[in-house]
């Protein structure tokens, strides 16, 4: 089972490392872990963007899997395009599973960014936005596309120190993974 590797964990500054680590533990579990940043692109180009686009989704086509890192980065909520690589493989009907280094709901981590009040029997954010208040780690449409798609998302009981790089919440998504392909 080939499993792409979807994450923020590309924009880390030890992110060959960690693709590294995370495809060493797919081995492990016998399974092959496919990481963005094993595609071979010259960022000078002119169309770079569009190139790294391409590979991703052809790498995404070739697998059988994916698991997403979505613990928040840059804000309260996931990565965007770990996002849409999550519903990429879950619009082509492949097994998803996903990770949150943060077991905090969406709307308490939207709390340490903005004042969150409640106003007429809603949350709303400082702009007066109602905020998604469902008790869930992040958005519906991800958390339910988890369940439908693969597996629950997977979070620790406590949010690790390094977030960045504590990887048992993945390796968790791998086990999960590996038992998957022993039953089929």
Known sequence: MKIYLAGPDVFLPDAVEIGRRKAEICTAHGLTGLYP???????????ASRQIFCGNEAMMDH?????ANLTPFRGAGADPGTV????????????????????????????RFMDVTTEGGR?????????????LVD??????????????????AAQPVDVWHDLAAFETCVRMAAARLIAT
């Open 37 to 47: 940043l094993d595609n071979s692109i010259d960022l000078t180009v002119s169309d």
């Open 63 to 67: 697998a059988d899997a994916i698991i």
């Open 139 to 156: 958005n519906l449409m991800m958390i339910h596309a988890l369940e439908l798609h693969g597996c629950p998302l997977v979070t620790p």
């Open 123 to 135: 949350l709303v954010d400082a702009q007066g936005l109602t905020v998604e208040d469902f008790g």
């Open 84 to 111: 849409y690589e999550l519903g990429y493989m879950a619009g082509r009907r492949k097994f998803c599973l996903a990770y949150s280094n943060d077991p905090a709901t969406y709307a308490d981590r939207l709390g």
